[in-house]
C-alpha cells in the first residue's frame, strides 16, 4: 500500500511558476513508476507527465512540454513537477499517482493503482 500526498498549489499569475510535491509512504518507492494527471471543473481528468521508476524516462503531455518538468528523489519519496510560464488552462486540480512497475512510460490514468488527494493550482489571466 502506497499513500501519496500532493502539496505546493495554490494561486499564481500567468507566466508565473509553481513547483508541486507528491510525497509517498513506504519504503519500496524507487519500485514505482509516477505521474501527475489534472482535471479541470467539467472536464475529464488528462495526463500530464510520467517518470520512469529510476528517474531515466520521463513524458510530457504536448499542452506542457517544454514548460513542466518531472523528477524525483528516492531517497526522499518525492515526485516533483515544475511549473514554469503558467496559463490560465493550465487550472486544474493536480494528482499525483503510482504504480508498481518497471514500464518506463504509463499515461493512462486507469493504469495507475495508487492516487493522492490532489491539490488546487489557479492561474489568473
Known amino acids: 500500500q502506497v499513500q501519496l500526498v500532493e502539496s505546493g498549489g495554490g494561486l499564481v499569475q500567468a507566466g508565473g511558476s509553481l513547483r508541486l510535491s507528491c510525497a509517498a509512504s513506504g519504503r519500496t518507492f524507487s519500485s514505482y513508476a509516477m505521474g501527475w494527471f489534472r482535471q479541470a471543473p467539467g472536464k475529464e481528468r488528462e495526463f500530464v507527465a510520467a517518470?520512469?521508476?529510476?528517474?531515466?524516462?520521463?513524458y510530457y503531455a504536448d499542452s506542457v512540454k517544454g514548460r513542466f518538468t518531472i523528477s524525483r528523489d528516492n531517497a526522499k519519496n518525492t515526485v516533483y513537477l515544475q511549473m514554469n510560464s503558467l496559463k490560465p488552462e493550465d487550472t486544474a486540480v493536480y494528482y499525483c499517482?503510482?504504480?508498481?512497475?518497471?514500464?518506463?512510460?504509463?499515461?493512462?490514468?486507469?493504469?495507475?493503482?495508487?492516487w493522492g488527494q490532489g491539490t488546487q493550482v489557479t492561474v489568473s489571466s
Open positions: 517518470i520512469s521508476w529510476s528517474g531515466g524516462t520521463t
Open positions: 499517482a503510482a504504480k508498481k512497475t518497471k514500464v518506463p512510460r504509463i499515461t493512462t490514468s486507469y493504469e495507475y493503482d495508487y
